[in-house]
């Protein structure tokens, strides 16, 4: 059977069942998921996934299927074709954990995300959240990251070093590989 690959991204309200709701309409339709993730944003929520659909599916076909499921009528729905040839992607081993938590801060995220280009690091998953205290908004990012083993040591300190001198808590977690 003829397919293409395609980015199917969803914001909606959260609500117990959004996933099983879109999966299962997916499975229906005889398409297959690859990477996909799901994030809780605000009082929203951000299904995302890459697809191998049947030829014979149109991407607005879908994207209309989909916004008539029951919940879903308010939905950001985007299906766009894609193709990423000729690219070599970075290295996607996730080599460490790594949480920065602190006061919320203009720049927080840039700050600590260009250290990881002097070191050759690949950042493959990130979450931030921001969460109300007595004492103000506490921001925690959560970084999933690749760095190459024989640098690795020097990047942990100069993100450690940036992480202190931002005032955010710094934690690393080794990933066994």
Do not use: W
């Amino acid at each position: 059977m003829d397919s293409y690959k395609a980015l199917l991204t969803i914001y909606s309200n959260d609500r117990v069942g959004l996933i099983s709701t879109v999966t299962q309409h997916l499975f229906d339709k005889g398409i297959n998921l690859g990477d996909t993730s799901f994030a809780v944003l605000g009082q929203g929520g951000e299904f995302t996934s890459l697809l191998e659909v049947p030829s014979d599916l149109a991407p607005s076909e879908l994207a209309s299927e989909l916004r008539s499921l029951d919940g879903m009528e308010d939905a950001e729905i985007d299906v766009r074709r894609f193709s990423l040839r000729g690219t070599t992607p970075p290295p996607t081993t996730i080599t460490h954990r790594i949480k920065c938590s602190g006061e919320d801060q203009p720049g927080l995220l840039a700050r600590l995300s260009e250290v990881f280009i002097e070191f050759d690091a690949n950042i493959v998953r990130l979450k931030s959240d921001q969460h109300e205290t007595d004492a103000g908004t506490r921001y925690v990012s959560r970084f999933s990251v690749y760095i190459p083993e024989a640098r690795a040591e020097n990047c942990l300190a100069a993100l450690y070093n940036t992480a202190t001198a931002l005032g955010q808590e710094f934690r690393v977690d080794a990933v066994e590989t």
